[in-house]
């Protein structure tokens, strides 16, 4: 079974912080993504990445940047944390499709941070 | 920008009956995807259904795509308490990237 796992489960952090979120898949996927969900709004795409290395923004990437430096791990950081930045924080792999085409994501169990 | 928006926002049934979820999105797609979300946990995909493709099955799952009303919808027949969850559709946002909508809170009542 693909296993994607996020660092924590909770975290509470301060105003003005550097927070760093973890996430690391165990399929040798290609693709890795980092969705924020909050209510009403759903998910929404940060980034995502598609090698090592290799970075796109999403939607809404203000506030944050991330790492892929092995192929396996995915990290978010949030480089200031601001209280509007207090959501619910999904990582998802997937394998990169041919033509073009997406496949199946694999989700983590998602990091819940409140930032005070 | 948000591809797929998922119509009703909440659907509250009894158990024993069908629930049906419903998806419209704005861009041509190459396929579209359903997952559900257990409360406060990571998404599970549920289905995948290819552009030239108009249905499809998996168990109790039945899933349509009319690609000239850019629209699917999902079907649960017989529905349980344990299919209480949301439900998602996430269709192509280019370059193998993922889209999803708002999703439909699903709600099993006894």
């Known amino acids: 079974d693909v296993k994607v796992t996020q660092s924590s489960r909770y975290l509470v952090k301060r105003t003005g912080e550097k927070v760093f979120l973890e996430c690391v898949q165990d399929?040798?996927?290609?693709?890795m993504f980092w969705y924020r969900q909050d209510p009403g709004l759903g998910l929404r795409l940060i980034y995502f990445s598609y090698d090592v290395k290799m970075k796109e923004k999403g939607d809404i990437p203000e506030g944050y940047s991330v790492s892929r430096e092995k192929k396996e791990r995915f990290s978010l950081i949030l480089e200031s944390a601001s209280t509007n930045q207090t959501s619910m924080y999904l990582c998802?792999?997937?394998?990169?499709?041919?033509?073009?085409?997406?496949?199946?994501?694999?989700f983590g169990q998602g990091t819940r941070l409140t930032v005070v | 920008s948000q591809q797929g928006e998922e119509d009703p926002q909440a659907l509250s049934i009894q158990e024993g009956e069908n629930a049906t979820m419903n998806c419209s999105y704005k861009?041509?797609?190459?396929?579209l995807q359903w997952y559900r979300q257990n409360s406060g946990r990571g998404l599970v995909h549920l289905i995948l259904i290819r552009s030239n493709e108009r249905e499809k099955h998996s168990g109790r799952l039945r899933v349509t795509l009319d690609t000239s009303k850019k629209s699917s919808s999902l079907l649960i027949t017989a529905s349980r308490a344990a299919d209480t969850a949301s439900y998602f559709c996430a269709t192509d946002g280019g370059a193998q990237k993922l889209v999803f909508g708002q999703g439909t809170r699903l709600t099993i009542n006894p």
């Open positions: 998802a792999s997937s394998l990169w499709g041919q033509l073009g085409m997406n496949t199946e994501a694999f």
């Open positions: 861009t041509s797609i190459n396929n």
């Open positions: 399929m040798d996927h290609e693709n």
